[in-house]
């Protein structure tokens, strides 16, 4: 497992798509969560957003989205802008009109409805005949045939993975311009994980959608994006362009598991004990 | 800054473990039970007691009673009110043949009649589950006030099915000034109250809450389900059984089977949602609500001298309003209301 | 002035019988004070909305009671508040009536010194009913080998008068078929099908609120003549009979304010009403029935309060005590009904402390389509003796069991 | 991946020898509907190992786990568990028996603090009654702040104190994980299943987590059943590994017996490890 | 067997009066995991506002009845308004409860703009026996709960086609499995439960008319949905057709119990007998004949 250094190094010099500014989110008005985040998303790219457990990526989505209101989350300070427009006070339903979709943390597939319903569902925004829609549907199960084989199935019944990719499948039934993904590699599978990552470049290039990806596989997100921070307790602690960060000695030994020696075992790690550099 | 945990170490586990482990809500609980306890009965007027304080109470065990089935142990039940009734009946029964039956075994004892029949309409919970039950248990409701209507024994004989409690006796001692009852309601529902909160910190209320939040995952880790939600229903209906027979006795004196309708098994509902579900504070916060809210939307209306029927709508609708109203600004009632208002208070004056 | 509390109900369920009756009770209560009062004596008065429901009704009944020098009297309209305050009228020396509902026993006043069920009981109507039946089939004699069908409101109301009706039913040997609705009853096929079966002489509706409506429809959708049919007073109001439609026309029920024109009706129109004081929003509801068993309510306290002045002095409110034994010496004989200018509307009134009712007569009254018309031109007067019995034994027993000696007080 | 780095660490730890078997599964099928979700498998677990179950998405390893501790009825096959024959679990025995595991989509008790949530791991090794316990007094309050020791003992281990008393439906996933983690190991289990304890966490995480997993294999003498879909994990710490693809075991072996099987490289790894 | 057929017959027809009021609920709980407590007091609201507007204004019926549409529109933006929008996501409990908050405002709006006086509701179809049955079998039936069970009919096709066959409808179905992931699609929740609220108050006149002509226009209407619970729970909360067989298995069977078993325990059982015999069928399925099982999975 190398890094593959071949991901272009990417230059933020066209105008950000998206752009969020100094964003601070409470929530259930005691729960100061986000402190502060700022991060640009230019038009045809694809940047990641890492960071730990509870650094607050998911809520980072969900404010651009507008998904917060839902979770009894405010926000406090500063304002999202897509398409130099600000969004912020849309509804979703708005936000997706315009091309911005989400793939929500968790999955949340629609349990009682079949797996093709729930693709379906994701077309919801557009007007197609059945054709289109019968296309749509046929590319998403292009990406991923599993799905082709249990969309009769009630999504409630089907595999962790299975839902997984039933959530990216129903974004993409959108054909958004801009997809804001949740952690799209958690528990599917390594070789589907790169097809995932392979489907967001395809998309990328050929139909130049832009991406946000809050990613724990960091190593793979870093591959694959053009750009990318990490946020830490609520606070963008570094960013860069992906190579660089994938080069930097502090993310290669937290965010990779690779220190001078190369990558450690993880038999290794009880004997093992690290403390992040900037949070000292 | 006077409310502050900081400085308030807890050396034990026993310590931790308190039910207010922060040293101000002790303080606060204490003064609150010496005004409880000394002052109201002395200072508070007839009315305040036997109108207000007393229901107030009364009902407060009663949602208690609900809120361990709904709110603990996630079981929704339109049935409250027909446990109260087998309460209250069973009382008036025990007191009526058995002679010389001690008043407060006698509420123990109707307090378990009622756990039965409890326990009965509870075995179809271990099937059917959310909505569907609560509107299987309406089953108990109609059918429970059914039988206390058709079957003349238990109603004494009374041509109409009224029945009049019998007086309240303790000792020799005669509870019957407003008073008296008050301080006698009080101390059976603050033992009750603290009870359940024990029973809330202890093994079992875990096992009611993990049955509540995911049943199968609350399997997996080896509670076992009939057994868990079965002493759900037989504690939850014990605890309104006994509600029922005060309701009756200390409150009522004189009832029909009606009174324990499903009007109020829909009261004690409202009371723990607009309190709060699983939270036994809320359960004292929501019957408050429910009892004070109309009372004073009523003195209200009249104070605006606006014509009767207009008032009593406008009542309605205010109170419509005002529930909803809550929910949305705090969902998880006024328990949690509370809770984020002591949160607050501990940061301020920083914001965060 | 004199204090009277009225915890009443205006919303919920039962809203249109509630705001008829006190909006009778006002508009007369005004119409007295507009004259001068009592003696002298305004009257005053303070409603307390009650749902209808026993707890809330609780705590009007306490708040009320010692609002502007202390309630003197008090009518809560619903049997459930009025048990609820049953044992706490002897403390607070408030008076309470109950006209038309509540324990038909209550009449012992040497048991129940401060409950008065005025005019008449539930035992006296299933008593007067009979007695009607009776007559209608051409004497008692004839009623026997009748079928009569009870379909009652299943709860302690429909039950109340089963003691007497089946009494009745051994003497004059007619068939009592006791046919149960499940409350609220707005579904009643299954048993006008049994009805239908049973195809009875006459069906004695002992109901409440949307039952009676209901039967009477699904009578007529059954097919089974509205004239045999006979409600009880709860079931005879223009609330009963207006959402049947044109299916209640011919269907009879018992009353104990005869429906019609009287003086004092006019004035109510005429000095409240036409002035814009009325008590009710719509002024089609002045004289229905609700609204004059109100009035008639309402008539009843002010002789009672006046008699009570007579003994304790003319001009000066009297105490709820003093109250107490004004209704308990009431003496609203016929001249006294044209005084006040509703001679006929209700029956004569004596009470004692052995008779807190004063009457027990009944009348009948018919729906034409669009309003009641008495159809019995007296007033109706069951066995008598037969409830007196029932209600010796049965307050006897209450006295027992609450042990308190039945005694008549000063 | 440097194979003699994994037998120089099996060497290092002398104490992690593998027992016998401890959990035979014989011929298990099992299906929804029309769905097979397994077909015929038949494995075993011994005693102290780390066992890895890796597949494809839909294979039917989480099936595979809720069939070991009870939650499905296989249609098919034999289950011995510690020398018993059965047809299937049943939870309720299977928690008895000394089984306990973690979810997939997590199953914490949302409305419980993560105190509350270790401690209903505990739920097995109480003995006081209820009328006990509501009057919280001598044996059931001896009992209860006993068993506060012990979950305070996991939370120090998992490294979780600040929150002890958070409810865990505000935590970030992978610190609810961790939760569950501790609420499995609070029932002091023979066998601890777990069902994708890595999944939505980065590397450090990652190591942290193993790190849990090792030192209860390795203190407790936890024999553990894994599923994983992070290669470098199942690779590096179990003993042996089942592969699953379409309900059927396609490979069963030592990681590199597994890592070179043709079968396994194409319906699941890709490429090799 | 005559009198048996004619119970069976009036039962099954009063199940389709159930089925009416059923339909409301089934219609909100499907489409948005709401369990709607005002469905009752709704019922109430539109009957009485098409009456009243009869009787206080002398329209006539068929004026009223668009008028009461376009109020029960108004009702439903206003509801998705001030009630759902900011409840979004929150607990079925909670927008159970704020349904109950919304039942009491509802009755009490409706009260203090048309009083609380009764009135009768008269439909050009009488409720009177279908004479050409009641000559030949000496079977009573009438033909108003004939009329009414087309309609009664008519409406179920067309939702149940809404749900099955409609984009909206499926979205629908999104929305009460999780309105987060609803959001996040792209579905309109907002726009949609504001038309939904509408559709619902619009099966609500039709129950009220129906219902109101049966029993008058009196705020007992609101207690109808108590007669609509158990053909839920018996049919499944989710399901159209659900409603509609409920109703007929509920309204025949609890006739036939008033009218066969009634007697040996001296009658009015028909209050409780349904919920024990729905209950009885959800120890066998959980959720209901027809209703969507319920997913339990770990
Ligand atoms: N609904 C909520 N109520 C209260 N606190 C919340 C809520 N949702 C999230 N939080 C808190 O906000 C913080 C950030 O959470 P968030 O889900 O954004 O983290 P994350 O970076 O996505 O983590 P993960 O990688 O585990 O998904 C956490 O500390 C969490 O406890
Ligand atoms: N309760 C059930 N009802 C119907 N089908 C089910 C059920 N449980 C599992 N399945 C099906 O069985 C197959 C195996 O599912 P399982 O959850 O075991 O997969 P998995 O190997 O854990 O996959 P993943 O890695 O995606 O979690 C899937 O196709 C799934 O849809
Ligand atoms: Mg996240
Ligand atoms: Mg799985």
Redesign the pocket.
């Known amino acids: 497992m190398t890094m593959n250094t071949a991901a272009a190094a990417a230059t933020v010099s066209s105008q950000p798509y998206l752009s969020v500014n100094n964003i601070e989110v409470i929530?259930?008005h005691v729960?100061l969560?986000l402190k502060g985040v700022s991060l640009q998303v230019p038009q045809g790219k694809i940047v990641a957003l890492l960071?730990?457990?509870?650094?607050?990526?998911?809520?980072?989505l969900k404010t651009i989205s507008t998904l917060l209101r839902g979770?009894?989350?405010d926000v406090t300070k500063g304002e999202v802008q897509f398409k130099g427009e600000r969004v912020d006070q849309l509804t979703p339903n708005e936000l997706v009109k315009r091309g911005l979709s989400q793939v929500m943390?968790g999955r949340h597939c629609f349990g009682h409805l079949t797996i093709e319903d729930n693709l379906l569902t994701g077309a919801y925004t557009r007007t197609l005949s059945r054709p289109q829609l019968k296309e749509a549907l046929d590319k998403v199960y292009h990406y991923f045939p599993r799905l082709k084989e249990r969309r009769a199935s009630q999504a409630g019944y089907t595999s962790g993975g299975e839902q997984q990719m039933c959530a990216i499948g129903r974004a993409l039934m959108a054909k958004p311009s801009m997809i804001l993904l949740?952690?799209p590699s958690m528990g599917i599978a390594p070789q589907i994980v790169e097809e995932i990552f392979g489907i967001v470049k395809d998309l990328n290039q050929k139909e130049n959608v832009s991406f946000l990806l809050?990613e724990?596989n960091t190593s793979v997100a870093l591959r694959y994006a053009d750009f990318g921070y990490i946020?830490e307790n609520?606070r963008v602690v570094m960013e860069g362009a992906a190579t660089d960060l994938a080069s930097n000695e502090d993310v290669k030994e937290f965010y990779l598991g690779v220190s001078g020696a190369g990558r450690k075992s993880f038999r290794d790690m009880k004997f093992y004990r690290r403390r992040k550099r900037w949070l000292a | 800054m006077f409310y502050r945990e900081a400085g308030q170490f807890k050396t034990s586990y026993q310590a931790d473990n308190q039910i207010f482990p922060i040293r101000q809500d002790r303080i606060a609980l204490g003064a609150l039970l010496v005004v409880a306890l000394a002052l109201a009965p002395v200072l508070a007027s007839p009315y305040t007691l036997s109108a207000i304080l007393i229901p107030f109470l009364i009902f407060s065990l009663a949602a208690l009673g609900l809120n361990i089935l709904t709110g603990y142990a996630g079981q929704l039940s339109l049935g409250t009110a027909a446990f109260m009734a087998v309460g209250a009946f069973g009382a008036y029964n025990f007191v009526q043949r058995i002679p010389g039956m001690p008043i407060l075994l006698a509420f123990v004892l109707g307090g378990l009649s009622a756990a039965l029949v409890g326990v009965a309409f509870g075995l179809p919970s271990l099937r059917i589950r959310g909505f569907y039950l609560a509107a299987a248990t309406l089953a108990t409701q109609f059918f429970v006030l059914w039988c206390l209507t058709k079957i003349p024994y238990l109603t004494n004989y009374s041509s109409s099915g009224v029945i009049t409690a019998q007086k309240i006796t303790i000792l020799g001692y005669e509870f019957d000034s407003p008073a008296s009852k008050y301080l006698l309601v009080l101390a059976v529902v603050a033992v009750m109250a603290l009870l359940a909160k024990n029973m809330i910190r202890s093994n079992v209320g875990r096992s009611w809450m993990a049955v509540r939040d995911m049943d199968v995952a609350a399997e997996v880790i080896g509670f076992r389900l009939m057994r868990t939600k079965l002493l759900a229903f037989a504690v939850s209906s014990f605890y309104c059984g006994v509600a029922g027979a005060l309701y009756a006795f200390a409150y009522l004196g004189t009832v029909e089977p009606e009174a324990y309708n499903l009007d109020l098994s829909f009261r004690i509902l409202f009371m723990i949602i607009i309190g709060g579900v699983g939270s036994v504070l809320g359960s004292f916060l929501g019957a408050a609500f429910i009892v004070l809210l109309p009372v004073f939307l009523n003195v209200l209306a009249h104070g605006l001298a606006l014509p009767t029927s207009v008032a009593s709508n406008l009542e309605l609708m205010v109170f419509g309003a005002l529930i909803v109203f809550f929910l949305i600004v705090e969902p998880h009632g006024l328990a949690r209301l509370w809770q984020i208002g002591k949160e607050k208070l501990r940061l301020w004056p920083f914001p965060h | 002035d004199q204090f009277i509390a009225l915890p009443s109900y205006r919303v919920g369920p039962y809203a249109a019988g509630g705001s008829g009756f006190y909006g009778g009770v006002i508009d007369y209560f005004n119409l007295v004070n507009m004259n001068g009062g009592v003696n002298g004596v305004k009257i005053s008065w303070e409603e307390c909305e009650t749902e209808y429901n026993p707890s809330r009704g609780v705590e009007c009944y306490e708040r009320l009671k010692t609002k502007n020098g202390g309630a003197t009297m008090v009518e809560p309209l619903s049997t459930g508040i009025a048990y609820g305050i049953l044992d706490r009228l002897p403390q607070d020396k408030i008076p309470m009536t109950m006209l038309g509902y509540g324990r038909s026993d209550a009449a012992n006043g040497k048991v129940f010194p401060y409950v008065f069920p005025l005019i008449t009981s539930y035992w006296n109507q299933a008593a007067g009913m009979i007695k009607y039946l009776g007559d209608k089939s051409g004497g008692m004699d004839k009623l026997k080998g009748k079928k009569i069908v009870h379909l009652y409101h299943d709860s302690a109301f429909g039950k109340e008068p089963l003691p007497v009706l089946e009494a009745l039913s051994k003497q004059y040997g007619f068939d009592l078929i006791k046919i149960a609705v499940p409350p609220p009853g707005s579904e009643q096929q299954s048993q006008w099908l049994q009805i239908r079966q049973a195809n009875p002489d006459y069906v004695i509706l002992w109901g409440w609120g949307v039952m009676n409506s209901v039967a009477i429809k699904t009578a007529q959708r059954n097919g089974f003549p509205r004239e045999k049919m006979l409600g009880v007073w709860w079931a005879g109001s223009e609330e009963d009979t207006v959402p049947a439609g044109d299916a209640a026309k011919g269907y009879s029920a018992m009353t104990f304010n005869t429906p019609g024109n009287y003086p004092v009706m006019e004035e109510i129109h005429k000095k409240l009403y036409d002035a814009g004081k009325g008590n009710l929003a719509d002024r089609n509801r002045v004289g229905s029935v609700y609204h004059m068993r109100g009035v008639t309510a309402a008539i009843l306290w002010v002789e009672a309060m006046r008699t009570a002045q007579e003994k304790f002095g003319k001009g000066k409110p009297v105490t709820g005590e003093q109250l107490r034994w004004g209704l308990e010496h009431l003496n609203v004989d016929e001249a006294r009904e044209k005084a006040i200018g509703a001679y006929g509307m209700l029956p004569v009134v004596k009470t004692s402390c052995e008779d807190h009712e004063g009457s027990g007569a009944v009348k009948v009254q018919q729906w034409d389509g669009k309003k009641w018309n008495a159809i019995t031109p007296n007033w109706v007067v069951g066995d008598k003796a037969l409830t007196r019995k029932l209600l010796e034994e049965s307050s006897n027993a209450y006295a027992a069991e609450k042990k308190i000696t039945p005694a008549c007080a000063k | 991946m440097q194979m003699n780095e994994i037998e120089a660490h099996l060497g290092a730890h002398a104490g992690r020898r593998t027992g016998p078997v401890i959990l035979d599964l014989k011929n298990i099928s099992l299906s929804f509907g029309g769905v097979r979700a397994l077909t015929d498998i038949s494995f075993n677990v011994k005693e102290h190992e780390i066992r890895a179950i890796i597949g494809p998405n839909g294979a039917g390893k989480s099936s595979m786990l809720n069939v070991i501790n009870g939650v499905y009825r296989p249609q098919q096959g034999e289950i011995i568990y510690r020398g018993e024959h059965r047809k299937n679990m049943d939870c309720y025995a299977a928690a008895k028996s000394g089984i306990a595991r973690t979810f997939q989509n997590i199953a914490l008790f949302k409305g419980m603090t993560v105190l509350d949530n270790i401690m209903t791991g505990r739920n097995l090794k109480m003995k006081s009654n209820f009328l006990l316990q509501a009057l919280y007094w001598g044996p059931a309050r001896r009992e209860e702040i006993e068993h506060r020791i012990k979950a305070e003992e996991i939370i120090d281990f998992l490294e979780i104190q600040a929150i002890r008393k958070t409810p865990v439906?505000?935590?970030?996933?992978?610190?609810q994980k961790r939760v569950e983690l501790g609420r499995a190991l609070a029932a002091e289990p023979e066998i601890l299943l777990l069902d994708e304890p890595m999944a939505?966490m980065n590397v450090e995480e990652k190591q942290d987590m193993c790190r849990f997993i090792l030192d209860v294999n390795d203190q407790f003498g936890t024999t553990i059943v894994l599923i994983e879909h992070d290669m470098g994990v199942v690779m590096d710490i179990s003993d042996r590994v089942v592969v699953l693809d379409y309900g059927k075991k396609i490979g069963d072996g030592t990681p590199d017996e597994v890592r070179t099987n043709q079968d396994v490289i194409n319906a699941y790894l890709g490429v090799e490890h | 067997m005559n009198f048996f057929f004619e119970v069976l017959i009036g039962g099954l027809l009063s199940g389709v009066m159930y089925a009416l009021v059923a339909i409301g609920f089934v219609l909100i709980y499907k489409a948005s995991g709401v369990f709607n407590f005002a469905q009752g007091a709704m019922v109430f609201f539109a009957a009485l506002t098409c009456v009243g507007m009869v009787d206080k204004f002398g329209l006539s019926v068929w004026l009223a009845i668009p008028i009461t549409i376009v109020v029960m529109i108004v009702l439903g933006l206003a509801i998705e308004r001030v009630v759902l929008r900011p409840l979004v996501n929150q607990p079925e409990i909670t927008l159970f409860m704020a349904t109950i908050g919304l039942a009491f405002f509802i009755e009490g709006l409706a009260q203090l703009i048309w009083g609380s006086q009764v009135h009768k509701l008269e439909l050009p179809i009488e409720d009177v026996p279908l004479q050409f049955l009641l000559d030949k079998f000496n079977i009573i039936v009438s033909q108003f709960d004939v009329a009414a069970a087309g309609i009664c009919a008519l409406l179920v096709t067309a939702l149940a086609l809404l749900f099955a066959r409609t984009k909206v409808g499926r979205a629908l179905r999104a929305v009460a499995d999780d309105h987060q992931a609803a959001l996040a699609v792209g579905i309109p929740l907002q726009r949609i439960w504001a038309v939904l609220w509408s559709v619902a108050g619009m099966v609500a006149l039709v129950a009220g008319l129906l219902w109101g002509a049966r029993n008058g226009v009196q705020f007992a209407l609101t207690f109808v949905a108590l007669k609509a619970l158990p053909v839920l729970i018996l049919g499944g909360f989710t399901s159209m057709p659900g409603a509609i067989v409920g109703g007929l298995i509920i309204g025949a069977s609890e006739k036939l119990a008033e009218v066969y078993i009634g007697p040996m325990v001296g009658g009015g059982i028909e209050g409780w007998f349904p919920y024990v015999l729905a209950l009885a069928f959800l120890l066998v399925r959980p959720e209901g004949l027809f209703g969507e099982k319920i997913i339990r999975r770990i």
Request: net charge negative; no cysteine.
């Open positions: 929530y259930d729960i969560v960071g730990a457990n509870g650094a607050g990526k998911s809520t980072t979770e009894r989350g943390e949740d952690e809050a724990q946020l609520g | 439906g505000r935590l970030p996933y992978g610190l939505g």
